[in-house]
T-cell receptor, first 118, second 114 residues
Framework: AQTVTQSQPEMSVQEAETVTLSCTYD???????LFWYKQPPSRQMILVIRQEAYKQQNATENRFSVNFQKAAKSFSLKISDSQLGDAAMYFCAYRSAKYGGATNKLIFGTGTLLAVQP | NAGVTQTPKFRILKIGQSMTLQCTQDMNHNYMYWYRQDPGMGLKLIYY???????DKGEVPNGYNVSRSTTEDFPLRLELAAPSQTSVYFCASSYGATGKSEQFFGPGTRLTVL
């Protein structure tokens, strides 16, 4: 079974600085997707960034980028130029690339609570 | 587009009571999911549906039931509420079945069972 581990329960960053959130996962599959979700105090789950395992190039979305190390099964999120609105719980998640059913479930880590200091 | 909507936002139940959590999506998605999020944890899949009339169990289905009579609606039923069901419940939907298809989440329902 696949597992996702986030070893940093809490992180803090100064506004305008850069912070990296760590995520490791375990799987025997070769094709899968990895995600970072943001959950602000409103509880709404918001997709931040997605990485496809067969792509070597790291995904980027504006100030958000990932460092995907497939062999090490590591998937970290870098937030550049941190803003107060980035303060939230961040979840790393895994999803199989196999077709259909419960294999499409998202497997979540336990989350990292990010505080942004003004 | 309202996306995925859930009602109610908050609910307190007594042990043994029943309730239905409502979930509706207006994106014509075939795939719908129910997750629960316990304090300090990630989300775990309770039930999912691949289309109207088709549902199946996820990781933690005990104590819950679902139905899917329409594409839009995917209600979650708790028959005999227990304190262990105190959690935040999220409904999600996606267009496709592959891992590439983004899951869109509702705002969640916070349920407390006393």
């Amino acid at each position: 079974a696949q597992t996702v581990t986030q070893s940093q329960p809490e992180m803090s960053v100064q506004e305008a600085e850069t912070v990296t959130l760590s995520c490791t996962y375990d799987t025997s599959e070769s094709d899968y997707y990895l995600f970072w979700y943001k959950q602000p105090p409103s509880r709404q789950m918001i997709l931040v960034i997605r990485q496809e395992a067969y792509k070597q190039q790291n995904a980027t979305e504006n100030r958000f980028s990932v460092n995907f190390q497939k062999a090490a099964k590591s998937f970290s999120l870098k937030i550049s130029d941190s803003q107060l609105g980035d303060a939230a719980m961040y979840f790393c998640a895994y999803r199989s690339a196999k077709y259909g059913g419960a294999t499409n479930k998202l497997i979540f880590g336990t989350g990292t609570l990010l505080a942004v200091q003004p | 587009n309202a996306g995925v909507t859930q009602t109610p936002k908050f609910r307190i139940l007594k042990i043994g009571q029943s309730m239905t959590l409502q979930c509706t999506q207006d994106m014509n998605h075939n795939y719908m999911y129910w997750y629960r999020q316990d304090p300090g944890m990630g989300l775990k899949l309770i039930y999912y549906s691949v289309g109207a009339g088709i549902t199946d169990k996820g990781e933690v289905p005990n104590g819950y039931n679902v139905s899917r009579s329409t594409t839009e609606d995917f209600p979650l039923r708790l028959e005999l509420a227990a304190p262990s069901q105190t959690s935040v419940y999220f409904c999600a939907s996606s267009y496709g079945a592959t891992g590439k298809s983004e899951q869109f989440f509702g705002p969640g329902t916070r349920l407390t069972v006393l």
